[in-house]
C-alpha cells in the first residue's frame, strides 16, 4: 500500500515537472535539487502509519461529500414520521443481525439515517473549508502587510487582531451567528442566481434558503473568528524573517516589496501554514457542529451533524442513543482524518524530520 | 604505546573505541584511540569537524548519550587524593563526583552551555554545591571571587546578571569560571575560542595559560585551529576520520610533520608574510565513517599512498623520540 | 529595564483592547435588523405603551453613540437592567460567574493533574506504549465533537453509574452570604478581594464551614470538569512531552552533566524550561475555561455565565449579552495578562 501512495505522488510531481518544462524549458534542471525534496516528502510520508491514515480517511471525506447527496437514497425534506409516528427514532438494522430496516436507524422524523449523514458530510466538509479556504487568505494577507509595513499599519492591525482575539472565538462565533441570518436571508431572497449557486454547494434545495442564510452565517461568523490567528502568526514570522540578511539584500537589489513578499518570506512560512489549515479544518468542522449544536445554524428540515445530534440529545439515551454515537463517530472519523494528516505533514514538511528518513532510503 | 601509568601521568587513554547507532548505519566516530596527559601541561587535539576530538574527550567522562555508546577503553585517571581509577568502570554516582570537580569542561558555544533561565552566579553556586559541603553565602563568595580570577569586572553585579546580559567573552569567561571553580586537575577546553572574535580569543588564550602556570592543572585543548595549537599548547596530537594520526611535541610537530596529513595541514593555512600565488588546501573531503573500509583512512586523499595503504592500516610507530605517527611511509612491514 | 516597567507597558496595551471590545459588542448588538424589544415581551402583554417605555429606557429611540454612551454608563454604574428577568444584569452575572470559576478550576486541577505527569512520562519512555497512549488521547481529544463526549460521560456517570446528578447547583446559604457581605464592607480592599473569592460557592462553602456544599460542588461539577480534562489533556501532554525532551536534549543539560551537578539539579533545569512554553499554554487554557464553557454548561445544564450569554442570544437579550461579553473579554485579557507577566517571570529574556 505505502508503494503505491508513493509511486501516485511520485508520478504526480513527473507530471507538474514534465508540465512546467513545457512552459517553461530548464525549469526542472534549474530546480533540480527543490524537486529531489518534493520526492524525499513524497517517500517520507509514504512511511507514515498516521500520514496514510489520515490520508486514507480524507479521502473518504471528500468522495462522501461530494457524492454523498446524490447517491442518499432517502431525501431529506421528506419528513417519513407524518404519515407513520412508529418511524421515530428506530434503531439501526444491520444484516445479518437483522434485515428489512433502516442501515443505520432513523432520526426524530423518521429519516432514513443513513441518508442523513451523506447530505450532512457534505455540508460539514463544504462549510469546514470554505471557512479555512476564506479565513486563512485574509490571515496571511494582513500579517504580511502588518509585519513587513510596520508603524502606523502594523500597530493598527495588531490592535484590531487583539480585539478579536480578546473575544472567546465561540462566543463572537455565537454572536454573529446569532444576528446575521436576516440580512443574508434578504440577499439571498434578493439574488436567485446566488441563491441556487450556493444550495447546489451545500447540496441543498433552494427552497430552503431560509435555513441556507443561517449555514451561511456560521460560515461567516466563523471567517470572521478565523483569520486573527493567521494574522498574528505572520506577522511574528515576517517579523523575524525581515531582520535576515538575505531579505536586505533583496532590498539592495532594487525588488519591490510585493516580489520580496511573494518570492522570498512567503516560501518560508507556507509549510508551517498548510499544517495549520489542515488542523484547521479539523477545528473548523467541529465548531461548525457545535455551532449548529447550540442551534445556531440551519434547522429542520437541513440535516446538519451537529444539529442533528442536539434534537437525538432530548431523548437520550433511551431512543436515540444510535443517533448520537453514530453521527457523533462521524464527526470524530472526519475530524481525525484532518488531525492525522496534520500531524504527518508536520513531521514531513520539517527538513530536520525528512532526512532521518531520507537515510532508511538510501541505505 | 605503553600502558604503564607512570607518576607524571594524569590521563591514560587506551584503545578507546565510541560507536553511533544512527538511521544511517554506525557510525565509528573514535577508533582505537589512545593518547597521555601529564602533569601540569597543555596537551592539543587537533583536527577538522568529524574527526572524533570532540567525541574522544565526552568519553572519558562517559559523556556519550545515545545513540552514541562507548564500545570499548581504558581510561586511567589519578584523582586528588592519589588513586588511580579506570573511569570506565566507575559508577554513575562516582563519575559524576568527579565532573565537575576533578575534570572539567568548556564547551564551545557558551551561549548554548548556559540556562537562560538563571543567573550566572547560580550555575558556580550549584557547581560548587553539589561536589563540597560549604553553606551558600560562603558558595556565593567563592562565586564572586572565581569570578574576578578569570577577569570579568564588576564580579558582584555580574554573579546576578543572565547569560544573555552578557557579551560573548564574557560568557565564555563565565563558563571558564564554573569549570574552574572546584580547582580541576584535568580541564577539557572544547574549541573554546571559536565561537569569539579574534581579540577575544587572544584574550581567553592568555588567560587559561595564565590559569595553567598558577595551579596545578592540565588542560586538553581540543581544536582545528592551528594558529591556537601554536600559541597555547606543548604537545599535539593529530587526529583524521576518529584516528590519531600523529603526535609529538609543539616544536617537534611544526618543523617535522612526518604524517602527509599534517603536512598538508600546515601547509594550507598561509603565511601572512610570504607571497601567495594560491591558497593551498586538501583535495577531497573526510570520508563517512559508516562502515569505514580497511586500510588508513587517509589513503584517498593521500599523494604519497601506496597498495600497503589500501589494504592495512597504519599501526601508531614512534617515529623518532616521542614523536608517534601511524603511516606506512614509516611503519616497517 | 526591569519588570516593573514591563508589567506597566503591557496593562495601557489593553485599555485600548478593551475599549475595542466593548464597542464590538455593541456593533454586533446593534446590527439587528429586528426589533429586539418585541422578543424581550414576547411572552407578556403586547400593550404598545410597554414597549415604548422599554424602548425610551434603552434608548433605541436615540441615535447609535447615545445608546452606546447608556449602555456603557449603566454598565460602570452597574445599574443596567436585563429586560427579559427583570433583574440587574450585574445581580444575575454575580450568581452566574462564581459558578464558572469553580467549573473553571476544577476542571483546570483535572486538567493540569492529568497532562504534566503523562506529558513528562512520555518524554521519559519515549516511543513506549506510555508515549503511544498519549497521542492517541491527544488526538482524540482534538477530534471528539465535544457535546457527544458530554452526552457519553452523562451516560456512564449519571444513567447507569447515578454517581453525579444534573439539576441546579449547590449555593451557599444566606447566612454565608451575609457575612462575607459584612467582611467585604468591613474591610475594604482585602475584604472585597475575600468576599469575592467566598462568592465561588466552592470557597466560600469551606470558608463557613459548609462542607456539604463544597462535597455536593464536586459531586455536580466532577463530571464535566473531567469532560473538559480530557478533551484538552492530550494535547497538552503532548506539548510538555516535547519541550520537556526539547530541553533535555539541550546543550546547557549537557554541560549542567559536565559539570557534574546531581540529577536533581539537572532535572530542574530541564523543568523549568519546559515550564516556559507549557504555562503559556496553561493560561490560556484556564482562560479559555473561564471564558464559559458555553456547550458543557449547556449539556450538563450549569447555570454559568457561558449559558447566560447563549441564553442572552437566543432572546436577543442585548443588555445580558453586552454584560456578559464584556466580562468575559476583560476575563481573558486579564489572563492573558497575567500569563504574559508570569512568562516574564520565569523567563529573564522576555522582559524587555
Known amino acids: 500500500m505505502r508503494d503505491a501512495v508513493y509511486n501516485l505522488l511520485s508520478k504526480s510531481i513527473d507530471l507538474y515537472v514534465a508540465l512546467r518544462d513545457k512552459i517553461d524549458p530548464q525549469w526542472s534542471m534549474r530546480n533540480a535539487s527543490r524537486i529531489e525534496e518534493w520526492r524525499l516528502m513524497a517517500y517520507a510520508f509514504s512511511r507514515s502509519y498516521i500520514g496514510l491514515l489520515g490520508g486514507l480517511i480524507v479521502f473518504v471525506t471528500i468522495v462522501t461529500a461530494v457524492i454523498g447527496p446524490i447517491i442518499a437514497p432517502q431525501p431529506y425534506w421528506v419528513y417519513p414520521v407524518i404519515e407513520n409516528e412508529s418511524l421515530r427514532y428506530l434503531p439501526p438494522c444491520i444484516p445479518p443481525i437483522c434485515s428489512g430496516g433502516p442501515l443505520l436507524g432513523t432520526d426524530e422524523w423518521g429519516r432514513d439515517l443513513l441518508s442523513m449523514i451523506l447530505y450532512g458530510v457534505r455540508i460539514s466538509f463544504v462549510i469546514s473549508v470554505v471557512i479555512v479556504l476564506l479565513g486563512v487568505p485574509i490571515g496571511i494577507l494582513l500579517g504580511l502587510v502588518a509585519g513587513y509595513r510596520g508603524g502606523l499599519v502594523d500597530e493598527s492591525i495588531m490592535r484590531l487582531t487583539d480585539m478579536f482575539l480578546a473575544f472567546p472565538g465561540l462566543i463572537l462565533a455565537i454572536a454573529f451567528a446569532s444576528v446575521m441570518p436576516q440580512r443574508i436571508r434578504d440577499i439571498l431572497e434578493a439574488s436567485p442566481p446566488l441563491r441556487d449557486f450556493l444550495s447546489a454547494i451545500f447540496g441543498l434545495r433552494p427552497q430552503e434558503y431560509g435555513q441556507l442564510a443561517a449555514l451561511i452565517s456560521v460560515w461567516v461568523a466563523m471567517v470572521i473568528v478565523w483569520w486573527p490567528g493567521y494574522a498574528r502568526i505572520v506577522r511574528g514570522t515576517v517579523l523575524s524573517v525581515r531582520e535576515q540578511p538575505f531579505v536586505e539584500a533583496a532590498k539592495l537589489l532594487g525588488l519591490s516589496t510585493s516580489k520580496i513578499l511573494y518570492r522570498h518570506i512567503l516560501p518560508n512560512i507556507i509549510s508551517p501554514i498548510i499544517v495549520m489549515m489542515t488542523f484547521d479544518l479539523a477545528t473548523a468542522t467541529l465548531a461548525a457542529a457545535a455551532l449548529s449544536f447550540l442551534g445556531l445554524g440551519p434547522q429542520e428540515p437541513v440535516p446538519e451533524l451537529g444539529y442533528l445530534i442536539s434534537k437525538a440529545g432530548q431523548f437520550f439515551p433511551e431512543k436515540s442513543l444510535h443517533v448520537v454515537a453514530i453521527v457523533g463517530s462521524i464527526l470524530l472519523i472526519i475530524a481525525l482524518g484532518w488531525n492525522l494528516l496534520g500531524d504527518a505533514l508536520r513531521d514531513v514538511l520539517d527538513p530536520k524530520t525528512r532526512r532521518s528518513l531520507e537515510f532508511r532510503r538510501r541505505g | ?333 | 529595564m526591569g519588570f516593573g516597567s514591563f508589567i506597566a507597558r503591557r496593562i495601557i496595551t489593553f485599555i485600548p483592547t478593551i475599549i475595542g471590545v466593548l464597542f464590538l459588542t455593541y456593533i454586533i448588538a446593534y446590527a439587528v435588523p429586528t426589533d429586539p424589544v418585541r422578543a424581550w415581551v414576547s411572552e407578556k402583554l403586547t400593550d404598545p405603551k410597554l414597549i415604548e417605555r422599554i424602548r425610551e429606557e434603552y434608548k433605541f429611540n436615540a441615535p447609535w453613540y447615545e445608546q452606546f454612551a447608556f449602555f456603557v454608563t449603566s454598565i460602570f454604574t452597574g445599574s443596567l437592567r436585563d429586560p427579559v428577568r427583570h433583574t440587574n444584569v450585574f445581580d444575575e452575572i454575580k450568581t452566574r460567574f462564581p459558578v464558572t470559576v469553580e467549573l473553571a478550576l476544577v476542571s483546570f486541577i483535572f486538567l493540569v493533574a492529568i497532562s504534566i505527569p503523562l506529558g513528562i512520562l512520555a518524554a521519559l519512555y519515549k516511543d513506549s506504549w506510555i508515549d503511544f497512549l498519549v497521542r492517541i488521547l491527544a488526538f482524540f481529544g482534538s477530534s471528539m465533537p465535544s457535546f457527544v463526549l458530554y452526552y457519553f460521560m452523562i451516560l456512564i456517570f449519571f444513567s447507569w453509574l447515578r454517581a453525579t446528578y444534573l439539576a441546579g447547583i449547590p449555593m451557599i446559604s444566606l447566612q454565608c452570604m451575609d457575612k462575607l457581605n459584612n467582611i467585604a464592607t468591613t474591610y475594604p480592599v482585602i475584604g472585597g478581594v475575600i468576599a469575592s473569592i467566598g462568592y465561588v460557592p466552592l470557597f466560600g462553602g469551606a470558608m463557613c464551614g459548609e462542607w456539604d456544599v463544597v462535597s455536593e460542588t464536586l459531586k455536580r461539577l466532577y463530571v464535566p470538569a473531567l469532560s473538559l480534562a480530557l478533551l484538552n489533556g492530550g494535547f497538552i501532554a503532548r506539548i510538555v512531552r516535547n519541550s520537556f525532551l526539547d530541553a533535555l536534549g539541550s546543550e546547557y543539560i549537557l554541560f549542567a552533566k559536565a559539570r557534574g551537578l546531581r540529577r536533581f539539579n539537572v532535572w530542574r533545569h530541564a523543568l523549568k524550561n519546559t515550564m516556559v512554553p507549557v504555562t503559556t499554554i496553561l493560561g490560556l487554557s484556564f482562560g479559555g475555561l473561564l471564558s464559559g464553557a458555553v456547550i458543557a454548561e449547556t449539556v450538563f445544564n450549569i447555570p454559568g455565565i457561558g449559558r447566560y450569554m447563549y441564553e442572552s442570544i437566543m432572546r436577543l437579550n442585548f443588555p445580558a449579552l453586552i454584560a456578559s461579553v464584556l466580562l468575559v473579554a476583560l476575563i481573558y485579557v486579564i489572563i492573558n495578562l497575567i500569563v504574559d507577566i508570569l512568562y516574564a517571570y520565569i523567563d529573564p529574556r522576555i522582559r524587555y
Request: charged share 25%.
Open chain 2, 1 to 333: 604505546m605503553s600502558k604503564e601509568f607512570t607518576d607524571k601521568h594524569v590521563l591514560m587513554v587506551r584503545d578507546l573505541n565510541v560507536r553511533f547507532y544512527t538511521y544511517a548505519g554506525v557510525v565509528h566516530a573514535v577508533s582505537d584511540v589512545s593518547f597521555d596527559v601529564y602533569r601540569n601541561e597543555i596537551v592539543a587535539l587537533v583536527g577538522e569537524t568529524g574527526s572524533g576530538k570532540t567525541m574522544s574527550t565526552r568519553a572519558i567522562t562517559r559523556l556519550i548519550e545515545a545513540p552514541g555508546r562507548i564500545e570499548s577503553g581504558l581510561v586511567l585517571f589519578r584523582r586528588r587524593n592519589g588513586s588511580v581509577v579506570n573511569l570506565m568502570k566507575l559508577s554513575d554516582e562516582e563519575i559524576r563526583r568527579i565532573r565537575g570537580d576533578e575534570i572539567a569542561y568548556i564547551f564551545q558555544d557558551p551561549s548554548s552551555a548556559l540556562d537562560p533561565l538563571y543567573t550566572i552566579g547560580h550555575h558556580i553556586v550549584e557547581t560548587i554545591l553539589d561536589h563540597k559541603r560549604v553553606i551558600k553565602r560562603i558558595a556565593r563568595e567563592t562565586a564572586i571571587k572565581v569570578l574576578k580570577e578569570t577577569a570579568i569586572p564588576n564580579p558582584e553585579i555580574r554573579v546576578k546578571s543572565y547569560p544573555h546580559e552578557l557579551s560573548g567573552g564574557m560568557r565564555q569567561r563565565s563558563v571558564i569560571s564554573m569549570s574552574l571553580v572546584n580547582s580541576p586537575i584535568l580541564l577539557i577546553a572544547d574549541e573554546p575560542t571559536t565561537n569569539l572574535d579574534v581579540t577575544i580569543q587572544a584574550q581567553i588564550l592568555d588567560l587559561l595559560k595564565d590559569l595553567v602556570k598558577k595551579s596545578n592543572m592540565s588542560v586538553i585543548l581540543v581544536t582545528h585551529n592551528l594558529g591556537v595549537v601554536a600559541e597555547t599548547a606543548d604537545r599535539v596530537y593529530v587526529m583524521y576520520a576518529g584516528n590519531i594520526v600523529e603526535s609529538a611535541e609543539i616544536q617537534e610537530l611544526f618543523e617535522k610533520p612526518l604524517h602527509p596529513y599534517t603536512q598538508m595541514l600546515l601547509r594550507s593555512v598561509p603565511n601572512p608574510l610570504k607571497k601567495i600565488e594560491k591558497l593551498e588546501s586538501i583535495p577531497g573531503t573526510v570520508p563517512t565513517l559508516i562502515n569505514p573500509p580497511p586500510g588508513c583512512r587517509f589513503h584517498p586523499r593521500c599523494p604519497f599512498a601506496m597498495e600497503i595503504c589500501r589494504r592495512e592500516k597504519p599501526p601508531l610507530i614512534e617515529a623518532e623520540k616521542n614523536h608517534y605517527v601511524a603511516c606506512w611511509l614509516y611503519a616497517k612491514r
